[in-house]
């Protein structure tokens, strides 16, 4: 690195919400004119972090410097105005406005308290030309692809003077051609001497573009590292927080080879774009766990499994019989139970109570005509409080209220008491204290010994290992290893995620 | 290149009805119907160019029937009984009404809360306060109006282009102008694309929510004043549910109800297009007078099932992408 000023210098930034906190003591520092990627999986505190620094959130602890200066913008104007402009993976563009509209507003050329329209193109064709487009600007930016309008969005930051650029999953959504067009910009606006901070989770597009990557986990700086010298499985241990040393540890020994029945199969399963087809079999009284990185495809088969996506091609079954899986209530119907990783906006009822929360599932299977009486209400909810150990012991009190290891466990009990055959749970420890993880944990065991079968996805690979028979490995969007046995343990599972593409996609398809 | 734009649909469809009329009627095809169609229409005009730029900033106000009601009701009490010159009266009365629409704005804003329980609470309050004033109608006798309301441009043809249908036609000009020429335009715009977003890209948010009610009562003020030149009088009960018929007006012009898209020439259309529905029936007399409400509604309808029409295609997934498709 020749050009070392450090250009953004944060320091000891700590931020917490409530009791959870988001961020401990981060140090991060930016030089001018290089591509600096900012990884860790969710809750890592990335977008807190860009948040901090952005001024949409205010700061513990901890300075924020950008060329030398301390600055502390109370909102993103102040930011802008500081030198630090963001583009969300959500382009914060005006969609019905022309795109020179959006690159002038609020800034247009007049001449007698009039736009010069005319102008306002000229210059937006000549800003949009430096970025190689060449498109119709008194369009409205609506009617272009997602990629010219992320273009459009970093020319307007570039252009309101930024030196420093974040770009958050700045690819999420483009195709491998605008990809490249996206890091031909990059370079070039490093080479002009901005720092641009990259944040993604597609790490071969980290390993093409970055010049250095900072990891940050639960909150904390892992490290920062030069991106050539960093390989790839150190960089996924990182990230995952794992120590190849303490491997397979507490893995219960769970591996009575007896020969289960099937509980629910997928054939060739998937959609285009969503998740590449796969093959998956779901034995009663098995736990099948699926590992990956944020972004590779474990929410996804999930939300496929339980119908909540459409799938677009191949074939699931159900006790062997081939059935229809397109929607929610089909999953339900055919028995299967989803707890979703977002307990606060997609699972939990948190104004209803306990006993509400846990018999939703039920009265919406059995339809509305044929209504649960109180007495059969208190009844469910008595009994899986207790068999749960939900606490406290109320079932009249508001989910809202309770610890998140409860809330968790209010969730499991309504899925519970529609008796599924299989229950889908997305991280289910998320959130959750230590303690509570444990006896989450335990709880999975037990279910699975009851005959249910599990689909089980988790960020935590040493849980993943402890409670699973088999682990889906998924990368890219693809279920790219499968892991049974003895197999299982972390150095695998970690193995299979940083395995080279190439590989694993011959692996996949043998 | 898809499809038609709304405002362009709106004029083929006025056009088209005018084509109708005139054939069961040549006697509509003069300047003096035309005239007289501005004419009565002269203060739905005004006010629906302020109610454009409401709806296009993706507000919504519902406080300007009554605010030309109450305006009305104070020029006559103001003119007849508290003596004072006309002219010092519109004055303070066009205060007054653009002071009340920057305190909804201010509200709007600075509360987060939806303009529709806001300007429903002006609405109620002008209307409140015009009763208030007086509760009958109060003639106005002063020699300003029969000078304002006689005075008329003659068009070819023997039809008269009163000074209200002129005053009309400069604010609907001016409004076209504002929308489209000026900072405070593509503000407009920005903020019925999405307020967070405007807001982020350096749109002062809560000043444009209170120039733009303001705006919007300051015309419903001077669309008072308008109807009180047309009608001689003030009435706490006149134009009750005009509000609603400028709604109509705005949306069959082709301006988006969700806000973002729009025109003001749009909406002049629009007000053509009712106004064209009403003189067909005073045309015909034998139909009830109620049938251009439902002329309007079905026309309504037809508008807003087109722009969802066009939102959805909208919508659809682009096929354009940068450059060659790999």
């Known amino acids: 690195m020749q050009n070392s000023a450090s250009l953004l210098e944060v320091r000891g930034i700590s931020k917490s919400f409530g009791a959870v906190r988001a961020l401990q003591e981060v140090d991060f520092t930016l030089r001018a004119g290089e591509i600096h990627a900012l990884l860790g999986e969710n809750g890592a505190g990335k977008s807190t972090l860009i948040k901090v620094i952005t001024g949409v959130f205010p700061r513990d602890a901890g300075f924020v410097r950008i060329g030398g200066e301390e600055i502390a913008p109370r909102s993103a104007k102040a930011a802008v105005a500081a030198g630090i402009a963001t583009v969300y993976q959500e382009v914060n563009l005006l969609p019905n406005l022309s795109v020179a509209q959006n690159l002038f507003l609020d800034r247009q050329p007049m001449r007698f308290g009039i736009v010069r329209e005319g102008e306002m193109r000229r210059r937006a064709k000549a800003l949009l030309a430096d970025f190689g487009l060449d498109i119709d600007v008194a369009a409205p930016l609506g009617s272009y692809s997602v990629a010219i309008q992320h273009v459009t969005a970093i020319a307007r930051a570039v252009d309101l003077s930024a030196r420093v650029l974040i770009l958050d999953e700045p690819t999420a959504s483009l195709d491998r051609h605008e990809v490249e067009i996206l890091f031909g910009i990059m370079r070039q606006l490093a080479k002009r001497g901005i720092g641009i901070v990259f944040v993604s989770h597609f790490l071969d597009q980290v390993y093409e573009i970055s010049d250095r990557i900072t990891v940050l986990r639960n909150g904390r700086l892992v490290g920062e590292r030069e991106t050539a010298s960093l390989a790839r499985l150190e960089l996924i241990r990182m990230m995952l927080g794992r120590e190849l040393a303490e491997t397979t540890s507490a893995r219960a020994a769970a591996s009575e080879h007896e020969v289960r029945e099937v509980c629910a199969s997928f054939e060739n399963f998937g959609k285009a774009g969503y998740v590449a087809p796969f093959n998956l079999e779901l034995r009663h009284g098995e736990v099948v766990g699926l590992a990956g990185l944020l972004g590779s495809g474990r929410t996804e088969t999930a939300r496929l499994v339980f119908g909540a996506e459409r799938a677009d091609r191949g074939q699931a079954r159900v006790e062997g019989a081939p059935v229809r899986l397109q929607s929610p209530r089909d999953g339900v119907r055919h028995g299967f139970g989803y707890c979703p990783e977002e307990r606060k906006t997609d699972g939990i009822v948190a104004e209803l109570t306990v006993r509400e929360n846990i018999v939703l599932a039920l009265q919406a299977k059995r339809g509305l005509l044929r209504p649960l009486s109180r007495r059969e209400q208190d009844e469910i909810a008595r009994r899986y409080v207790k068999m749960l150990d939900i606490r406290p012991a109320d079932p009249e009190r508001p989910v809202g209220l309770l610890s998140g290891g409860n809330q968790q466990k209010v969730l499991l009990a309504r899925w519970l008491a529609t008796s599924p055959r299989l229950l889908v749970l997305d991280e289910p420890t998320r959130g959750i204290d230590v303690g509570a993880h444990a006896e989450i944990i335990r709880l999975i065991r037990e279910l699975c010994d009851d005959g249910l079968s599990l689909l089980v996805i988790s960020s935590e690979l040493d849980e993943i290992v402890t409670y699973s028979d088999r682990v889906v490995v998924l990368r890219d969007r693809a279920h790219v290893e499968e892991l049974a046995g003895e197999a299982v343990d972390v150095g695998n599972i970690l193995a299979a995620i940083a395995a080279d593409s190439v590989t694993v996609a011959l692996e996949a398809h043998t | ?326």
């Open chain 2, 1 to 326: 290149m898809r499809g038609l734009p709304p405002v362009l649909i709106t004029a083929i469809v006025l056009v088209a009805g005018f084509a109708l009329c005139a054939v069961q009627f040549p006697n509509i095809a003069s300047t003096r119907v035309v005239g007289n169609l501005l004419t009565d229409n002269a203060f739905l005009g005004i006010v629906a160019t302020g109610m454009t730029f409401v709806i296009i900033s993706g507000g919504i106000d519902l406080s300007v029937g009554s605010v030309i009601g109450f305006t009305t009701v104070f020029v006559a009490l103001a003119i007849e009984r508290w003596g004072m010159p006309p002219l010092v009266a519109f004055v303070a009365i066009l205060a007054l009404s653009a002071a009340f629409g920057a305190a909804m704005g201010a509200v709007i804003h600075v509360f987060d809360l939806p303009p529709f329980i806001v300007t429903l609470a002006g609405m109620f309050l002008a209307r409140g306060a015009g009763f208030l004033l007086s509760t009958e109608s109060v003639p106005i006798t002063a020699p300003v109006y029969s000078t304002v309301s006689d005075f008329a441009l003659r068009m070819p043809g023997g039809g008269r282009l009163t000074s209200v249908a002129i005053i009309m036609l400069v604010i609907v000009i001016g409004g076209a102008l504002l929308l489209q020429l000026t900072r405070f335009g593509a503000n407009v715009y920005a903020l019925g694309g999405s307020r967070a977003t405007a807001g982020l890209m350096g749109v002062a948010v809560g000043k444009m929510t209170i120039k733009i009610y303001m705006l919007s009562s300051l015309l419903a003020g001077i669309a008072g004043i308008v109807f009180s030149f047309y009608t001689s009088a003030g009435y706490s009960l006149s134009a009750v549910g005009v509000e609603l018929d400028t709604i109509a007006a705005v949306v069959i012009g082709g301006t988006l109800l969700t806000g973002g898209q729009g025109s003001v020439i749009g909406t002049f259309l629009g007000v053509l297009i009712q106004g064209l529905i009403q003189t067909y029936i005073n045309f015909d007399g034998t139909l009830s007078s109620w049938w251009t409400k439902i002329a309007t509604g079905v026309l309504l309808f037809a508008f807003i099932a087109l722009q969802q029409g066009l939102v959805a295609l909208a919508r659809r997934p682009r096929t354009k992408s940068l450059g060659a498709a790999t």
